[in-house]
C-alpha cells in the first residue's frame, strides 16, 4: 500500500524588517516619505524672512533719508527764537527771610471808671459819657464860696487890725479873724484839688487814643456795665509806621551785624508772598540781643514808613536784606544760561537781529551770581549783545533764526539774592566754576 504525501505550500516571502525582531524593529528609523515636500516649504519659508528684512531695511533707509532731507530743509530754514540784550546796570545783592508784619505800636484800650457804657463812636478825643460832670461842678461850686468867705474874711481882718491899733477892740478878736483867714485858704486848696480829682474822672470818661493807629472792631457793645481797668474796649494798631520781624541765621549775622554797625541803617525791602511784587521799602532798626538755641537763629526788626499802608498786621512777606549795590553789573536773563561739557554759555545773535534774521552761535560765559530770573556774569558778553532765552534747544552753531525781542511785560531785574547760610566773602568764594 502506498502513501502519497501532499507537498506543503511554500511559505510566503518574508520582507526584510519582518525578519527582525520586535525589538530592532523600534530601533529603526522610519522611512523618509515626502521630504522634497519638507525641503520646498524650508526655501519658501527662508525666503519670505528675507523679503521681509529686506523690506525692513529698505523702510528703515527711506526714513533715514527722509529725515536727513527734512533735518536738511529745517537747517535751511530760521527757527524763531526770543531774545534779550545783556544789560549793565547796577544790581543789589541781598539776603531773604520770612517775616511777619507786626503794629509798631499796639494798645488795648480799657475802661479806667466803671458803669454803663454809652455810645461808642471811636473818634479820637471824644467823650462818649459823662458821668462824673455833677461831682465836678459841685467841687467848682464849693471853690467859689469858700473863695468868697476868704476875701470877706480878709476884710474883716482889716477893719479889726485898724480898730486894735486904735486901742477899740482887743487882741483876741485880731487873732480870731487871721485864723479864720487861715482855714479859708485851706477850705480853698481842698476844693482846687477836689476839682483836679473830679476832672480827672470825667477825663477818664472820654476815651483817647494814645498813638496814631487804626481802631480794631470794637470788643464790648454799648449798653454794657463795664468794669474799671478790666474790660478791653478796643484794640488800636499803629500803622505808620510799621514794623516786620524775621529771622536769619547765625552764621549771617556777622556780616550784617558789622554792616548795621557801619552804615547804622540797611535797606530792607518787602515782596509779597509769591516774592514777586515788591510792596514797600524801609530800614532795619536792630536785632535781639540773643539767639535762640533751639533753631540758631536771630530775630530782627525792620521798620517801615507804610505811606500807602500796602503792609497788614500779620501778613506773610518775604524780606530781602539788601548787603551790597554793584553799579556796574552785566545782567542776563538766567533762562539764557545753558550748561555744557565745557561749562556755562548762552546762545547769542547777531548784533542787529533783535527783530529780524540773523544766525545764532555759542559763547562760554562766566558766572558771579545766580537767582531766580537773572543772573551776573563776570565775562564772555558785552552790554547790548542780545542772548536767546526762548527756543534754544532747537539751535546750533551757524543756525539761522528770525529774532523777536523780549515783551515789555517781562518781569523787571529784581534784586540778586544769596543763597541761604552764604557769607558776603570776597566774591570769588561764592563764583560758580
Known sequence: MSTETTPEPPLPELDPLDRLSPFDQLQQPPARKGGWLRILVYIVLIGGLG?????????????AQNSADQAAALASQPIPVQVAAAE????????????????????????????????????????VSKPYQAALDQAK???????????????????????????????ETLDADEAAQGQYQGAIAADKAAIETAQLQLDWCSIQSPIDGRIGLRLVDPGNIITANTTNLVIINQFQPIAVYFTLPENELPQVLHKLAGDKRILVDAYDRNDLTKLTSGYLLTGDNQIDTTTGTEKLKAVFENRDQSLFPNQFVNIHLVLEDRPNALVVPSAAIQSGTQGS??????????????????????????????????????????????????????????????????????????PAGTSQTPAATRRQP
Do not use: C
Open 141 to 171: 461850686g464849693n471853690l467859689v464860696h469858700d473863695e468868697a468867705l476868704l476875701k470877706n474874711a480878709q476884710v474883716e481882718y482889716a477893719r479889726y487890725k485898724a480898730l486894735f491899733e486904735a486901742g477899740v477892740t482887743s487882741k
Open 51 to 63: 523679503f521681509i528684512v529686506w523690506r525692513i531695511h529698505l523702510n528703515q533707509q527711506l526714513s
Open 345 to 418: 554759555f548762552v546762545w547769542i545773535t547777531d548784533s542787529n537781529t533783535s527783530n529780524g534774521s540773523g544766525t545764532a552761535q555759542i559763547q562760554p560765559v562766566k558766572i558771579a551770581l545766580t537767582e531766580g530770573q537773572f543772573t551776573i556774569l563776570d565775562s564772555g558778553l558785552k552790554p547790548g549783545q542780545f542772548v536767546v532765552v526762548d527756543g534754544a534747544d532747537r539751535l546750533r552753531a551757524g543756525q539761522p533764526v528770525t529774532a523777536t525781542r523780549q515783551q515789555n511785560g517781562a518781569p523787571a531785574p529784581a534784586p540778586l539774592q544769596l
Open 88 to 127: 549793565q546796570k547796577p544790581m543789589p545783592i541781598f539776603l531773604t527771610a520770612i517775616g511777619t508784619v507786626t503794629p509798631y505800636m499796639s494798645v488795648t484800650v480799657k475802661a479806667r471808671v466803671s458803669g454803663e457804657l454809652e455810645p461808642v463812636k471811636f473818634t479820637e478825643g471824644q467823650q
